[in-house]
């Protein structure tokens, strides 16, 4: 099992900027991908964004651009960073891990979710 705990949502102002983060602990051993899920009100879950272990990236269109994964291997934390927040960016973020085999599309683990909203 793998136990993941996101932190940094908050509120803020349109053309903003957040840093999400993501520990992992548990068996760790076995994640090859992480990555970010997000489902707005009365929306279905998206993937935002994902990282394999070897550092390949995949952004949805949506955030290409403004938004960058990182992980940091040594620290097990993956990380979120989104510049040029706009309102319909406002959702719960969830991190995802998938273990080797498996696909960030249909992720095997997930954070509980933190909250991001952007309003002026």
């Known amino acids: 099992q793998v136990q993941l705990v996101e932190s940094g949502g908050g509120l803020v102002q349109p053309g903003g900027s957040l840093r999400l983060s993501c520990a992992a602990s548990?068996?760790?051993?076995?994640?090859?991908?992480m990555g970010w899920y997000r489902q707005a009100p009365g929306k279905q879950r998206e993937l935002v964004a994902a990282?394999?272990?070897?550092?390949?990236?995949d952004y949805s269109d949506s955030v290409w651009g403004r938004f960058t994964i990182s992980r940091d291997n040594a620290k097990n934390r993956v990380y979120l960073q989104m510049k040029g927040l706009k309102p319909e960016d406002t959702a719960v973020y969830y991190c995802?891990?998938?273990?080797?085999?498996?696909?960030?599309?249909?992720?095997?683990?997930w954070g509980q979710g933190t909250q991001v909203t952007v309003s002026s």
């Open positions: 990282i394999t272990s070897g550092g390949s990236t």
């Open positions: 548990g068996s760790i051993f076995s994640i090859a991908a």
């Open positions: 995802i891990a998938v273990p080797r085999g498996g696909n960030y599309y249909s992720p095997d683990y």
